[in-house]
């Protein structure tokens, strides 16, 4: 672990990026291993720090990047990573010469896309084009993909590095919806290459389609929270064990008092005072992504056992019940999520008990948090 890391505040997660090369392998045993894998790294890598998950990525081996934030993306370059990035809508045109030199590709749709791209450019620049499949978001519809990509074709400066579509369908459960947008994906690509015009790569799955359309894999995909091991439904073919990338959330006692009713106090009723109360303090709480309702039956690890966190959640502390702990001190390692002697919080068990997904715990606590990364 990089003892680099350790913050002040003494709050952090855990990420262990030895699970990055691991899920890659699987995403290649899944797919044609010629097939090329695009990383996407939304949310700062999905809290991670795109940075440090791009450099993973990129020694792991994956053949690019995808980013829908072009500061994060000019970050990751400014960090050394070298892979090429596809860039969805984030920018406008007159940032071509910034693009340009930072080696991202920018996705167009529409005509008016590919005329004030290549007016704002003043060398090669490669962009993608992006077909529109009924996700209401980019993308050019089938009917007009002919003449959009023969005018990125002909243009002045614009270079086509590959054509993509994305399934949308927040809300929807009609699974016909999703073979809809992969037809109007499969249609674009039949008019390309009915007119001459066929783009080599070509990416429509997500990670959830991945796993649940083999049709899509065509000779690119685009896996964004697979990569950090957080799975989705699969068909039996592609069901797999994913390594989860998230392994930790840890602080540290800040303070332990004793309390009784006895004390001469007036305590505010948030809860029982038990005989011999002992009260410990976290400095983490709901400004850091911790559930502003305190779960029913949360729990955290100390000294190798499971004891109550008390509510109510305050803006930046937890207070957990040391009762049954007379030997706690400040210090003393709390574990929110991981393991602790022979006890262990899971990331399953801490999602069903905050009833959130993990995707909520990624880009609320993980993102907010120092990270220590297992290398």
């Known amino acids: 672990m990089n003892s680099s890391m350790q913050p002040v ?8 990026l030895r699970a990055v090369p ?12 010629d097939l090329s894998i695009f990383i996407c790294l939304k949310c700062d890598g999905f809290g991670c720090d795109a940075s440090v998950l791009a450099k993973a990525v990129e ?17 990751c370059r400014d960090s050394g990573v ?14 071509a010469e910034l693009l340009r030199r930072y080696s991202l590709m920018p996705t167009l749709s529409t005509l008016d896309d590919v005329a004030r791209w290549d007016s704002a450019s003043r060398g090669e620049l490669q962009v993608f084009l992006k077909v529109e499949c009924g996700g209401l978001r980019a993308g050019c519809p089938p009917s007009q993909i002919v003449a959009l990509a023969r005018a990125i074709i002909e243009s002045r400066h614009l270079r086509l590095a590959g054509i993509y579509g994305h399934l949308l369908a927040y809300g929807l459960e009609d699974p016909m919806y ?29 990670s959830e389609t991945l796993l649940a359309e083999p049709e899509a894999d065509f000779t690119g995909i ?21 390594r989860n990338a998230l392994v930790g959330i840890k602080s540290r006692l800040v303070m332990v008092k004793s309390i009784a009713e006895e004390d ?4 505010a009723p948030y809860f029982k005072i038990r005989a011999d109360m002992k009260v410990g303090l976290i400095p983490l709480g709901w400004s850091d992504g911790y559930p502003r309702a305190l779960p029913k039956l949360a729990q955290v690890l100390v000294g190798g056992r499971r004891v109550a966190v008390l509510g ?29 002697g022979d006890q262990q919080i899971t990331l399953t068990e801490l999602t069903t008990q905050w009833c959130v997904s993990e995707i909520d715990v990624y880009t609320s606590i993980v993102k907010k948090l120092p990270k220590a990364y297992i290398n």
């Open 22 to 33: 691991h899920n890659l392998e699987i995403m290649r045993q899944l797919a044609a291993r």
């Open 264 to 267: 001469g106090v007036l305590y």
């Open 178 to 206: 999703a073979k809809a947008q992969l037809s109007s994906f499969k249609q674009s690509l039949g008019l390309l290459d009915a007119d001459g015009l066929g783009v080599p790569l070509r990416m429509f799955s997500s």
């Open 222 to 242: 685009e896996p964004g929270r697979l990569i950090l091991g957080m799975s989705f439904p699969a068909i039996p073919d592609r069901d797999r064990e994913w």
């Open 9 to 16: 505040r003494p709050t952090w997660c855990e990420i262990d």
């Open 312 to 340: 109510p959640v305050h803006a930046e502390l937890l207070r957990i019940d040391l009762t049954d702990l007379p030997d706690a001190q400040v210090g003393d390692e709390v574990v929110l999520l991981g393991a602790q």
């Open 82 to 95: 070298t892979l090429p990035i596809l860039l969805y809508p984030s920018c406008l045109p007159e940032s």
């Open 59 to 75: 020694k792991a081996g994956a053949e690019g990047l995808a980013f829908g934030n072009v500061d994060v993306a000019i970050a």
